[in-house]
């Protein structure tokens, strides 16, 4: 890294450990040696008795992260055979769950763009802090993906099929939302986040909350439950958007629209991760199931095209194959849930099912 800024800025102060996350050019987006360097502070500050609270925060005043790096991914789909791709969902998978389990209280300072990738590294976490700038998104299924992370049980668990709407059309929520939806639990505004971080290194997590946090705006969700459960109720997607534009709001037929244009094989093999994820109980064994579906996602091309349209060429027109919701069959959404053999993530077997987030 010789010539080349830290990815992973690391310190200690007081009771508290600050892990911040500096790409700040490229929003923060995650990439293999950055969830690496996550993982060995976590190892080093579990067992450092002088640590009581980890804190994660992104640089810059865009956002905590933008997602992984999804143009390595496009590369290594397009150009390679995969394997990079995969090692580094291994340990990036394999850090959401340390996240969650995480023995001392790992704070999250969920402000400004926080999406894909982003999601993972905070919504597991003990204390999850939003602001008003806080932009959370699940988008996967617009650049031929699915949502991982853990997404799929953290939007599985959300009220009624709220989790299930933003799963499929990947909209960008705000910090009302995001704790109507689960997915924070404290909402600050960003002029305290300074005077909160320093708290933390002279107080308890609880008392440093009291000192800064505030009433929360609304939920705008909140008020769309109806149709929203009425709609994603649907055993197909198809089913979904013929309700969508069915209803006659104006609410539910954009969201029709967003669908009709994501890639209809990622929204079907989505919809099935989702309905599967709430059966399956622990975060491991959902994060074994997205390990599945992201190896899987590798071999399918609208992955590449996806990546290719909205973030490479930015044309903004991908050419989806298959293009259509009927012609993505059973079989080959059936095809991304495979077991992988010896090359299996291996999280489930620790995973206890009515254990925490």
């Not at 999406?115 to 699940?138: D, K, N, P, Y």
Request: aromatic share 4%; proline share 6%; with cysteine.
């Amino acid at each position: 890294m010789t010539g080349t800024a830290e990815p992973v800025l690391l310190r200690t102060e007081g009771r508290a450990a600050y892990l911040t996350l500096n790409r700040p050019k490229a929003l923060n987006a995650l990439n293999h040696v950055m969830v690496r360097r996550i993982g060995e502070a976590l190892t080093a500050w579990e067992h450092d008795p002088a640590v009581e609270t980890v804190v994660i925060t992104g640089e810059g005043e865009r956002g905590l992260c933008a997602g992984g790096d999804i143009r390595a991914v496009h590369d290594d789909a397009r150009d390679g055979d995969g394997t990079a791709s995969a090692a580094f969902w291994r340990d990036e998978y394999h850090l959401n769950a340390r996240i969650a389990r995480y023995p001392k209280p790992y704070v999250a300072v969920m402000d400004g763009i926080v999406m894909g990738g982003g999601v993972g590294v905070s919504a597991h976490g003990a204390v999850r802090v939003v602001t008003e700038r806080s932009r959370i998104a699940m988008p996967e299924t617009g650049i031929g993906f699915v949502p991982d992370v853990g997404g799929t049980h953290l939007l599985g668990r959300a009220p009624g099929e709220l989790g299930t709407h933003l799963a499929l059309t990947g909209a960008v929520i705000g910090a009302g939302d995001a704790l109507l939806c689960g997915l924070a639990d404290h909402y600050l505004p960003s002029e305290s986040l300074p005077s909160f971080l320093a708290d933390l290194a002279a107080r308890p997590v609880a008392d440093a909350l009291a000192r800064h946090e505030q009433r929360p705006p609304g939920a705008s969700l909140s008020g769309q439950r109806a149709w929203i459960d009425a709609c994603y109720a649907a055993g197909t997607v198809e089913e979904i958007v013929a309700r969508l534009f069915a209803h006659g709001g104006p609410e539910a037929k954009e969201a029709a629209e967003t669908l009709l244009a994501k890639s209809p094989t990622s929204l079907k093999v989505t919809l099935t991760a989702i309905r599967r994820a709430r059966h399956l109980g622990s975060l491991e064994r959902v994060l074994d199931q997205e390990y599945r579906v992201s190896c899987a996602a590798l071999d399918s091309p609208d992955l590449v095209e996806g990546i290719r349209a909205q973030i490479i060429d930015k044309d903004r027109r991908p050419r989806w194959s298959p293009a259509t919701l009927p012609e993505v069959t059973d079989t080959a959404v059936e095809r991304f849930f495979a077991p992988l053999g010896d090359r299996e993530l291996g999280l489930g077997g620790n995973g206890d099912a009515d254990g925490p987030r």
